[in-house]
């Protein structure tokens, strides 16, 4: 695996490749890998002739009170991890590479109305910062597909809605959750959890699990989500948002639809976790 935080060793490696008629996918990170993204590079490698992962700790996604500073950085077993998974061409930039200019004098891009509810309601700005970095990134590495994790389910609308409102000739895939025997979603932020908080953490899933249930049997949405929230308070979360939403549009979930996902964030302890489960209202 070469890796590099030089932006032009990846241009050439990539034009080398590409040069040979072959295909690139591309899995954006912010290291402190787990199995989640080891089956995105497993997912891309299946998909693409060539595995290019970047490793990021982007300070423009981060709140002036978010957790940058301790965000964990695990260099040397991510590129472990990653070299044993197959990953050919790793990206490792500083912010000084990335925002020569900082981050004040930094162009930027923002995808309207969905970037400013739920997660983006409470992080304002997190979502230019995963936009404009995510764009970059495109742009230096510039592969045939990139792979992200359904888990963050906002971020991935607000960049397949980026990919095709700026026409950038990239496909932006999806890859199903990877979730711990409890039901966990796995996540970096995970390693913020005490061993008990751990424990009662799977209770996000099964309060998601229920209101899925609750809507397929035909029960009141609402009623199901506020015993969905008395659930987790009792698990020791505080509850930041817990939604009903059609799947296609991120919308306000309606009588009608029938593609729908129920997505949650909620604090426990020094974490913010967030989870989602798409589903059908109507079984197909
Ligand atoms: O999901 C993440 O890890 C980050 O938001 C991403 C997409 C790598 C951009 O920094």
């Known amino acids: 695996m070469i890796t590099t935080a030089v932006i032009s060793t990846i ?68 590129s472990e991890k990653l070299a044993n998974a197959g990953t050919e061409l790793l990206f490792t930039p500083t912010p000084e ?11 930027f891009i923002e995808v309207p109305d969905i970037g400013d509810e739920l997660c983006g309601k409470s992080r304002p700005g997190h979502f230019r910062g995963v936009a404009t970095i995510v764009a970059k ?36 895939i ?6 711990e025997a409890s039901g966990l979603a796995m996540s970096s932020r995970n390693g913020y959890l005490t061993a008990d908080e751990k424990h009662n953490a799977a209770a996000l899933k099964r309060a998601i699990d229920s209101v899925i249930s609750a809507v397929q049997h035909k029960k009141s949405p ?11 308070k009792a698990a020791g979360f505080t509850p930041d948002y817990f939604e009903l ?22 604090y426990l302890g020094k974490a913010r976790l967030i989870d989602n489960v798409s589903f059908y209202r109507h079984a197909q």
Request: hydrophobic share 45%.
């Open 174 to 179: 999806g890859i199903e959750t990877i979730r």
């Open 137 to 172: 990134l495109f742009n230096i590495v510039q592969p045939d597909m990139a792979l992200f994790g359904r888990k963050d389910f906002q971020q991935l609308m607000i960049i397949k809605t980026m990919v095709e409102d700026l026409s950038m000739p990239i496909e932006v």
């Open 11 to 78: 241009r050439e490696q990539v034009n080398t490749w590409r040069a040979k008629g072959e295909t690139i996918a591309f899995v954006p990170t912010m290291g402190n890998l787990h199995q989640g993204h080891i089956t995105l590079v497993n997912e891309a490698k299946k998909r693409a002739d060539h595995v290019v992962v970047s490793i990021f700790v982007n300070p423009m996604q981060f709140g002036p009170k978010e957790d940058l500073d301790g965000y964990p950085r695990t260099l040397a077993q991510d």
């Open 245 to 266: 939403r059609n799947a296609d549009t991120l919308r306000q979930a309606t009588a009608e639809d029938n593609q729908l996902v129920v997505i949650a964030a909620a």
């Open 97 to 107: 590479i990335i925002y020569p200019k900082g981050l004040a004098q930094q162009t």
């Open 222 to 232: 609402q009623h199901a989500i506020e015993l969905a929230v008395q659930q987790l």
